[in-house]
Nanobody
Framework: VQLQASGGGLVQVGDSQRLSCAAS????????MGWFRQAPGKEREFVAA???????YYADSVKGRFTISRDNAKNTVFLQMSSLRPEDTGVYYC???????????????????WGQGTLVTVSS
């Protein structure tokens, strides 16, 4: 599975931005897709996840502002971000887990495949 993340860039506080993650290769129809982010000097943290059942999971810091969704026909997962804040700045990574333990869905170790990351910078 190859994952290609895109859509990052420089935005202003309060702006919206949509990230995309296109999957290719041996795609699958189980498990989960996730978004993580890593700010400079910090560990990679969970942002959102979408199970193939349709259930979604969000970090408390983005709940109500970010939405994860997918287009099955295009094998693409999206992260719609709104009301962006400076603390949302970081490299955003998409990840795929063909099989996932629900208790670990927020953990990077649960994901087998990772995209290269796309940088989002929120300027005040």
């Amino acid at each position: 599975v190859q994952l290609q993340a895109s859509g990052g860039g420089l935005v202003q506080v309060g702006d919206s931005q949509r990230l995309s993650c296109a999957a290719s290769g041996s795609t699958f129809s189980s498990g989960a897709m996730g978004w993580f982010r890593q700010a400079p000097g910090k560990e990679r943290e969970f942002v959102a996840a979408l199970r193939w059942s349709g259930h979604t999971y969000y970090a408390d810091s983005v709940k109500g502002r970010f939405t994860i969704s997918r287009d099955n026909a295009k094998n693409t997962v999206f992260l719609q971000m709104s009301s962006l804040r400076p603390e949302d700045t970081g490299v955003y990574y998409c990840a795929a887990a063909p099989r996932v333990i629900l208790s670990e869905i927020r953990a990077p170790r649960a994901y087998d495949y990772w995209g290269q990351g796309t940088l989002v910078t929120v300027s005040s």
